[in-house]
């Protein structure tokens, strides 16, 4: 990729297309900030951002799991986002993960699970290891993330665990970027999508502009 074909961005830059985006895939202000707030970590922690994010508002998928002590159930893949967002919610109470391992079925996109995953670790005070039906991928708490084995593309399809552990990840070497490269492609394609939040305006509403007909000079 060259310097052409780059746009660098900075994290209130990417939280703000991320927002506009989501909304305009459809997702209501809840989600489309919890999505903002996902893209900023994983660009933070230089993970691919862009690609996570195209791929959970571009793809059609399930958004329905039923979160149980021990196993969350799902007739199908599950988004990564909307796990994610339910996995903070019940990340204290007994389906969560603070009591022992939770698989959390297979995930449609994992790496966008991970911010959560990370939030619940510092809501609970531990370390998790996740493990994408092998073992572990990752390891985080509520301050850093270690990858120990492979990869997860942002289009995966996974059966993911958290395991509570007592490792913590090694520390960082360098402290969390403050701006991220996308590709061209990738900014007009999550532009595209933040437009479609864009209300046209109607004859009646562009007529009544500027005070309801009245004469503001």
């Known amino acids: 990729m060259t ?5 660098r961005l900075t994290m209130p ?7 506009r985006a989501a ?10 900030e919890e ?17 996570a994010v195209l791929h959970q508002l571009e793809t059609p ?17 599950v988004c990564g986002l909307h796990v ?31 911010p959560f995953v990370v939030r619940a670790a510092k809501q609970l005070d531990t370390a ?14 509520g301050d850093c993330v270690q990858v120990l084995a492979g990869r997860a593309g942002p289009e995966m399809i996974a059966e993911v665990t958290i395991s509570p552990t007592r490792h913590a990840p090694d520390p960082p070497h360098n402290a969390a970027d403050q701006n991220a490269v996308v590709s061209r492609d990738q900014y007009d394609r999550l532009d595209r999508l933040a437009l479609k ?5 109607s004859a009646l509403s562009a007529k009544g502009a500027g005070g309801l007909g009245l004469d503001d000079d």
Do not use: K, Y
């Open 84 to 114: 994610g967002a339910t996995l903070s919610d019940f990340a204290c109470l007994p389906e969560g993960p603070g009591f022992g391992a939770l698989s959390l079925g297979p995930i449609n996109g994992p790496l966008m699970l991970v």
């Open 13 to 19: 830059e990417i939280s703000a297309l991320s927002l």
């Open 197 to 201: 939040m864009t209300v046209p305006s």
């Open 128 to 141: 998790f290891d996740v493990s994408l039906g092998a073992p572990p991928w990752l390891r985080v708490s």
């Open 23 to 32: 909304r305009g895939a459809g997702l209501d202000w809840g989600m489309a």
């Open 3 to 7: 310097a052409a074909d780059q746009i």
């Open 35 to 51: 999505c903002a707030s996902a893209a900023t970590w994983l660009a933070a922690h230089q993970f691919n951002w862009a690609n």
């Open 61 to 77: 998928m399930s958004r329905q799991v039923i979160p149980a002590i021990g196993r969350w159930h799902a007739d199908e893949p």
